[in-house]
Structures are given as structure tokens and as C-alpha cells.
DNA sequence: TAATAATTAGAACGAACGTTCGATTTATTT
DNA sequence: AAATAAATCGAACGTTCGTTCTAATTATTA
């Protein structure tokens, strides 16, 4: 069972405990991210994290639990990351740059779990989607306030809408981005940047 | 079975025959929305469209040609619909409201079926994918002339980037659109054409 | 070292899945 | 009306699924 309140003593054993529920997460990213939710077996996520089929149910109550750990913990990062960076942004500009920087990066670094968290979000139910959906609208809410910035005393531009075409642009990469090729980074932000800044700050 | 090639004369059994089809692919598409692909079960599909289990292998091989079925349908149609608007459009700018206006208001007449392939393309497999990815680098082709004539000559814009953030927020539309709260089409193609348009067009 | 707790392994459960098949019903043709 | 074809149905198949349970193993504590 995952135990997100009491932290004792590190000992070895609790490294170990910690090394192993790490280990079946990231074989659960990598399992549902290329087989859907659905389609990922937690059969196949023990395999991977080589471990028994029972194995998997002594860290997890089950399926959906798993997936929503694997949310709760990376939308978590995503949000506490983006925190950090807008803290030392100054002008309405830096502020966005933090915003795509911080998903860009985050991307890159961990494909499968972003993907899951993007195209998994509605196989979650009940008191796990609506967690999940919490920290999803902290994220969101962090960003609308940044697009509120940008567009300063302009009329014309809904910054909720504007928040959710930039969250499409920026959770769409997934289906396009081939990490062999490794496209750099710095140019998809600048791209993205450029079309947002001046298209919500254009007379 | 599907059969695309010969279209003998429209007898009523013929009449009563696509229409079973189309209420097997629109039963498809409620179904495969709401579930996923992998979570929706053949029985379900069957028993929204009023007709046996077995009365889809009738009509179809197998589950994902079922699946296959539908997105070919929708995006070729959303293709064919997008060369009429482009057809009748002359600048730029029109040819870009062209391509936003065509994807929002079909989305909005056909949410299901758009959802589903967004969300489903990867559920594919084999030539079924192929044939699938074939017609969507169609349509991507379409959009990216339109975005290299919005940009004209200008240097910094790459065409392949900004239709791909676009599609983006195109696409993610599903995620946070609610039929219910008819929010007004007009202003969503509005303001995205504003940030995209601007957006390129800026020194 | 003995007792105790934490962790893993293996087998088994019923349920649901995609698919197939022969029989039956419905519609068309002769 | 009889013969033929098209369409539907119901039952059954083998497989895989998520989950549970008990026994065995490993690590910690006394």
C-alpha cells in the first residue's frame, strides 16, 4: 500500500521499499503509455518491473491506484517545478517563458509519464479523478494567471481560452515528438513562445 | 463485411443495410468515446446499436476494422470538407479561417467521432494505421500551406512547428468542451485565429 | 539464535473479453 | 408459393483479465 503520510528512518529496508514502488511506477509509465490504461496488463507492469503479479498488489490496492499514484506524482513535480521557476520570473514575458520551459523540460524528461498523465486522465474515477482533477486545476490556474499578465489591459483576448489553446499546443507534443531525433528544445520553446506572446499582445 | 468499392443501385436493402452501418459506427463512436478503445467491449457497441453481438462480425472483421472504419470516415470527410472552404477562400488570412472554422464546427456536430480519433489513432495497428496516418499527413499538409502563406516571408516562423502547436490546440479541444454550456463557436475560432494569426504575423 | 515482521512467489477464482459457428429468421427472386 | 440469398440470433470456444489467498522466503528485532 502507498504511504504518502508517516516518513521513518531511511533505513535500508525503507530504501529498498522505496527503490522497488519507483521501479513499478516507472514499468507502469512505459506499460500504459504504449498499451493505453486499458490495455496495459498489471501482469505486463510486473513483468517489466520484474516482480511477481502479486507483487505489484502489496505496494497498490489496485489497477486504478497505480495509475492514479503515477498522476498524482508526476502533475505534483510539474506544479511544484513551474512554482519554483515563476518565483524568479519578473516580467510578464519571463513568466511565460517559465511556463513552456518548465513543460518542455519536464517533457523531455519524462516522456511516458507525462503522456499518461495527458492521455489518461479520464480513466480515472471517482475520489481518484477528482485529486487528480485538483492538481490539474492548481496547474491550470498557475497558468491562466500568466496569460492574464501577458495580455495586460487588452481586450479581445480571453485568457481562458488562450490558457486552454496554449495547454493544447504544449500537451499535443506527445504525439508528434520523436525523442530519436532529438529536436531541440530551446527551439520548440522559442517557436511557441513567439506565437503566444505576440499573438496575445498584437494590437 | 465493409465494402468501399462497389456501390450497386440503391435498393432498399441496400438503404436498410448502410443504415444498420452507420448505426453500428455511430454506436461505435459513443461507445469507444466514453470508454476507450480497449475499454469498450463489441457487446456494449452491439447492445447501444440495438443488434446482436455477432451481428457486428456481419458487418465487420474484426473490432479494430470497426474502429478503422470510423476514422477513416470522419477524417476523410473533415479533409474534404477543409478543400472546399480552402477552395473558396483567397487570402491568407481567410484560408486560415478557413482551416479553424472547418475543424470547430465539425468537431461540434460530430463529438464523439472526432474524439475518438484524436484519442485513438495509436489503437491502430499495421495497415490499418497506415492507411490512417496516410490521411491525416493529408490534412497536416493542407494546414501547413495555409500557415506558410500566413507567414509569408517572415524569417523565425518554422511552418512545421506552428501547425503542429496548432493542431494542438485544435485537438485538445475535446478535453474541456462542453455541449451543454454551448459556448458560442464564433468566439472560440475568434480568439484562436487572433493568437495564431498574430502570432505569425508579427515583425 | 530464536521470534517476529515485511516481502515475495505461485496457484487459483470468477468474470469478461474477442471471435466463431450452425441454426433461424427475414427479405428477395424465380 | 417455392427456392434462394441476406441478415440475425444464441450458444459456445479458448484466452486473458484483475484480484485474492496461502505458503514460502527474506529481513529485522529481541
Known amino acids: ?17 522505496e527503490k522497488r514502488l519507483s521501479a513499478i511506477l516507472k514499468a507502469a509509465a512505459k506499460t500504459i503509455a504504449r498499451e493505453g490504461y486499458e490495455g496495459a496488463s ?3 507492469v510486473a513483468a517489466r518491473a520484474k516482480i511477481g503479479l502479486s507483487g ?10 497505480l495509475l492514479f499514484a503515477l498522476q498524482e506524482h508526476t502533475f ?3 506544479v511544484e517545478t513551474l512554482q519554483e521557476r515563476l518565483a524568479s520570473a519578473e516580467t510578464p514575458e519571463e513568466k511565460l517563458r517559465a511556463v513552456i520551459d518548465n513543460h518542455f523540460e519536464y517533457f523531455v524528461n519524462n ?14 474515477s471517482g475520489h481518484y479523478y477528482k485529486q487528480v482533477l485538483k492538481i490539474r486545476q492548481g496547474y491550470f490556474a498557475l497558468v491562466k494567471k500568466v496569460i ?23 500537451n ?3 504525439m508528434w515528438y520523436d525523442p530519436r531525433k532529438n529536436t531541440e528544445m530551446k527551439k520548440l520553446s522559442k517557436q511557441l513562445r513567439r506565437i503566444y506572446f505576440n499573438g496575445m499582445t498584437a494590437p
Open 148 to 170: 492574464r499578465e501577458v495580455r495586460g489591459r487588452r481586450t479581445g483576448i480571453d485568457p481562458n481560452l488562450a490558457a486552454l489553446f496554449l495547454f493544447g499546443s504544449l
Open 111 to 124: 516522456l511516458d509519464e507525462l503522456k499518461v498523465c495527458v492521455h489518461e486522465i479520464e480513466s480515472l
Open 172 to 174: 499535443w507534443v506527445y
Open 42 to 44: 498489471v501482469r505486463r
Open 1 to 17: 500500500m502507498v504511504n504518502t503520510q508517516t516518513k521513518p528512518a531511511p533505513t535500508r529496508r525503507n530504501r529498498q521499499y
Open 76 to 78: 505534483s513535480t510539474l
Open 56 to 65: 505489484i498488489y502489496y505496494y497498490f490496492h489496485n489497477k486504478e491506484e
